[in-house]
Nanobody
């Protein structure tokens, strides 16, 4: 069972990035899955999540209207499209799945937004 996040990088304010979370060991549709971020010196923050089979989604107020969570079941991959990025979005982004045997975390990917 593994989650592998990728797609981070350095971008200017106002720019866009798309993060990917490749899932192996279970079906993407089997459990709730989402994105968590941790900025330097700050606590972890839930950014967005998708319920089992993608029936419902959640966005933190700070990213509503700018970020979009989506999934490609054929590729077993979760995405986070991030538009209109702000310096405050700078953080390490992790994908996390909530499974019956516990939370499964992927290795984070760093997003840096320059002003």
């Amino acid at each position: 069972v593994q989650l592998q996040a990728s797609g981070g990088g350095l971008v200017q304010a106002g720019g866009s990035l798309r993060l990917s979370c490749s899932v192996s060991g279970f079906s993407l549709d089997a459990y709730a899955i989402g994105w968590i971020r941790q900025a330097p010196g700050k606590e972890r923050e839930g950014v967005s999540c998708s319920s089992r089979r993608g029936g419902s989604t959640y966005y933190a107020d700070s990213v509503k209207g700018r970020f979009t969570i989506s999934r490609d079941v054929a590729k077993n991959t979760l995405y986070l499209q991030m538009d209109s990025l702000e310096p405050e979005d700078t953080a390490v982004y992790y994908c996390k799945a909530v499974t019956p045997w516990g939370d499964v975390w992927g290795r984070g990917t760093l997003v840096t937004v320059s002003s």
